[in-house]
Every structure is written in C-alpha cells, then in structure tokens.
C-alpha cells in the first residue's frame, strides 16, 4: 500500500498539496496564500526524481492516492557542532480529509519511519506548525517529542 511516489501520482499529490495549504492558510492568513501549492508541477516533477528527497504515497488498491509524506535527508557529517548523524527530515504527511481516522497516517508515518531506519538514519524530525493543533496531536500519538521550539513576534 506505500510505496515511492512516481510521476503518475502527480495529479492526486497536487490535490493534497492543496488541502495543506488551506489548512495553515486558515491557521496564519497572515503568512500563507489562499489557492496556492507548496510545489508546482515543474517543482514536484524534480522532487520526485531526487532520491535526497523521497515522496512515498498511500495508494489503496480501490481510491488511489490517499496520502503521502515529503521527506529530506540531512547529512550532519563535518558540521561544527552537530554529531555526524543522518536525519530523514519528513517535509510533510498529509492523508485526504475524506480518508482521515482511517489508519493511514498512521501507516505512512510507520512506513518512513522503518525506511529511515533501514537507510541508516539516526532520527526522523519534523516541524509542525503552532496553527494546526490536531497535527500535532496526532505526532504526539505517533510517539514523537518536542526537540526544538520556533518562536516569532510580529511586528
């Protein structure tokens, strides 16, 4: 049911690429556009192709695409002060609001998780945005803790 994403699935990750949008634009109109995508098409396509950068996806043998998760490798080796371990950044998991409490983000994050592990990964990281409460929630449930915090004043 996970696999690597291929340049077929494009048109489904365009829709959840969308549905994320939406949610932090709700959550910050004051930082994120109304109507747009993190990626366009030309974006997506290089992503895709990039083993740095794997894109994995939910595909239900009967609905298709129902999820996927952004990932980036971040290699710590000869930095100053950071221990030479490599992290799987996880960039984004989104599953389909129609597909939600369902198992699936569950299931993609477990999948990354085992991948990273067996890529030799230290850790899996991610951020999760202050405005969307019930991502945080769920990585919580996921088993993941808070490692650094971001913080902003507006001007």
């Given at each position: 049911?996970?696999?690597?994403?291929?340049?077929?699935?494009?048109?489904?990750?365009?829709?959840?690429?969308?549905?994320?949008?939406?949610?932090?634009?709700?959550?910050?109109?004051?930082?994120?556009?109304?109507?747009?995508?993190?990626?366009?098409?030309?974006q997506?396509?290089?992503?895709?192709?990039?083993?740095?950068?794997?894109?994995?996806?939910?595909?239900?043998?009967?609905?298709?695409?129902?999820g996927?998760?952004?990932?980036?490798?971040?290699?710590?080796?000869?930095?100053?002060?950071?221990?030479p371990?490599?992290?799987?950044?996880?960039?984004?998991?989104?599953?389909?609001?129609?597909?939600?409490?369902?198992?699936?983000?569950?299931?993609?994050?477990?999948?990354?998780?085992?991948?990273?592990?067996?890529?030799g990964?230290?850790?899996?990281?991610?951020?999760?945005?202050?405005?969307?409460?019930?991502?945080?929630?769920?990585?919580?449930?996921?088993?993941?803790?808070?490692?650094?915090?971001?913080?902003?004043?507006?001007?």
């Amino acid at each position: 049911m996970i696999r690597r994403a291929q340049l077929r699935d494009m048109p489904a990750i365009g829709k959840l690429l969308e549905q994320v949008e939406l949610v932090h634009h709700r959550g910050r109109p004051d930082l994120f556009k109304n109507g747009g995508r993190k990626y366009n098409d030309a974006q997506l396509e290089e992503i895709l192709r990039d083993d740095r950068r794997p894109v994995f996806v939910y595909d239900d043998e009967a609905e298709g695409v129902l999820g996927y998760a952004f990932c980036v490798f971040e290699d710590h080796a000869g930095e100053n002060v950071l221990t030479p371990i490599l992290t799987l950044y996880i960039d984004d998991i989104c599953v389909f609001e129609h597909a939600r409490g369902r198992g699936v983000g569950r299931a993609i994050y477990e999948y990354v998780r085992a991948w990273a592990k067996s890529a030799g990964c230290y850790n899996v990281t991610l951020n999760v945005w202050e405005c969307n409460p019930g991502a945080r929630a769920f990585y919580e449930k996921m088993g993941l803790k808070p490692y650094k915090y971001g913080m902003e004043t507006i001007l």
